[in-house]
């Protein structure tokens, strides 16, 4: 089997999918290799991630990974997510076929995305480390729009449901 029993479960059932109205951070991630795009919404009580939503155009390891990054990343505070790695995610699904490892960044990515957005909006300081990933992430970002081009933005849409 290509993938393991966990993967297909949170490929063939993903949990936590779907948007969340008024999110106190949305993360956005793109694969500079494929053109894939996804976004992860949170919402944050006390510093504590309470819900988590995630919408994702991606291949079976993109939408595996997001799944299972929504369901660790729910009931931490920002700060443990924040340490949440990708090999992490990786170990929980049960191992990923290594080229498809690249694929399971979009959400680590996407879920860094939101919370910066959340530090952001609540005007607290960024720790230096996040500031390294949003340069990093958002660069992708534009690499994408540069490489894909209007593909990258109709993806955009679709998943945000904007007309
Ligand atoms: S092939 Fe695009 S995220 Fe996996």
Do not use: W
């Amino acid at each position: 089997m290509m993938y393991s029993k966990n993967v297909m479960e949170h490929f063939m059932k993903p949990k936590n999918s779907g948007t969340i109205k008024n999110a106190d951070g949305v993360g956005q991630a793109g694969n500079i290799v494929c053109g894939d795009v996804m976004f992860i919404f949170i919402k944050v009580k006390d510093d504590v991630i309470m819900d988590l939503k995630f919408k994702a155009l991606g291949c079976v390891a993109a939408i595996a990974t997001s799944s299972i990054v929504t369901e660790l990343a729910k009931g931490k505070t920002i700060d443990q997510a924040l340490e949440m790695s990708n090999q992490d995610i990786v170990e929980a699904l049960g191992g990923l076929p290594p080229v498809k490892v690249h694929c399971s960044l979009l959400a680590i990515d996407a879920l860094k995305e939101a919370i910066y957005d959340y530090l952001k909006k609540q005007d607290r300081e960024i720790p230096a480390e996040l500031e390294r990933a949003h340069e990093r992430i958002s660069k992708e970002v534009q690499g994408i729009e540069g490489k894909f081009g209007n593909f990258v933005e109709k993806q955009r849409e679709f998943l945000l449901d904007k007309k």
